[in-house]
């Protein structure tokens, strides 16, 4: 059974949260492939200080370079119109082969806000969410980095689910499990990336140096 990851997001800039993270999720749960899905047009983001699809991907695909199982798709840019996880994960899941097991990877920030998403609900019946932790700006960090998940499911989703501890997820009867994962903390958001290059500060150690020297050439976010 063939095993992969979808780890949607703005992207604006890519950054080194993003890319240890999923590269520690592939690790941890053997995925063979992570697959990056840039969206067009971001249903929560004001367009604002946005890069365009093109400078995105372009720093994605800058970004991980030479790191085997990793991929940049075009999945949701190349289609018309705002972009669904929805969409795309019903788009991955007819092409994935029937011994294709996929994922949703997101970080916790973004898992507790799920119930925004379009048809939500649809998402735990066609897929298997890997939620990874994400320190908060000036928050402490460790063992209580799930905290209230399981009431944030109960109640947004189903009061069907129940936690595991030796699989560290919860699961259902019906719909898909949503497991948690526990990434090195680093607090690194692409909102503060664009808010000190806005600033005249450096950037440098918080992206890969390609992404450096992509968006100091191209003067994005200035
Ligand atoms: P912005 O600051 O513009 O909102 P962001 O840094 O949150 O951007 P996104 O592209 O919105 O980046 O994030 C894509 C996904 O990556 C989301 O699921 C988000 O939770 C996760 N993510 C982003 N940064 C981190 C991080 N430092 N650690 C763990 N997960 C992260």
């Known amino acids: 059974m063939k095993r992969e990851g979808l780890f ?49 991907s372009a720093m994605l695909t800058l970004a991980i370079e030479g ?11 190349k289609r018309s119109g705002r972009s669904y996880t929805i969409d795309t994960v019903r788009q991955m899941n ?3 082969s029937a011994s294709t097991q996929c994922f949703l990877i997101v970080g916790l920030d973004a898992f507790l806000e799920i ?37 944030h ?21 019906t719909l ?3 497991y948690l994962f526990s990434t090195t903390p680093l607090g690194i958001s692409a909102t503060a990336i664009r808010r000190l290059v806005k600033q005249g500060r450096s950037i440098r150690y918080l992206v890969p140096e390609s992404v450096f020297a992509y968006i100091s050439d191209k003067r994005l976010y200035a």
């Open 153 to 173: 499911i109960k109640q947004t989703v189903s009061s069907g689910y129940a936690f595991n501890k030796e699989e560290n997820g919860f699961f259902h009867e």
């Open 94 to 96: 007819q092409k994935a």
């Open 8 to 56: 949607g997001g703005t992207f604006n800039p890519v950054h080194l949260g993003h890319l240890r993270t999923a590269l520690e999720v592939m690790e941890g749960f053997g995925l063979d492939h992570v697959h990056f899905i840039p969206a067009a047009t971001p249903p929560h983001k004001e367009k604002e200080a946005l890069a365009s699809d093109t400078d995105r």
């Open 176 to 178: 898909q499990p949503v």
């Open 115 to 151: 119930d925004t998403w379009k048809d939500y609900a649809a998402l735990f019946e066609a897929i298997s969410f890997i939620v990874m932790s994400r320190p908060g700006e000036g928050e402490p960090f460790g063992d209580t980095a799930f905290t209230g998940i399981g009431e």
């Open 67 to 77: 790191t085997a199982g990793f991929s940049v798709s075009d999945a949701e840019m």
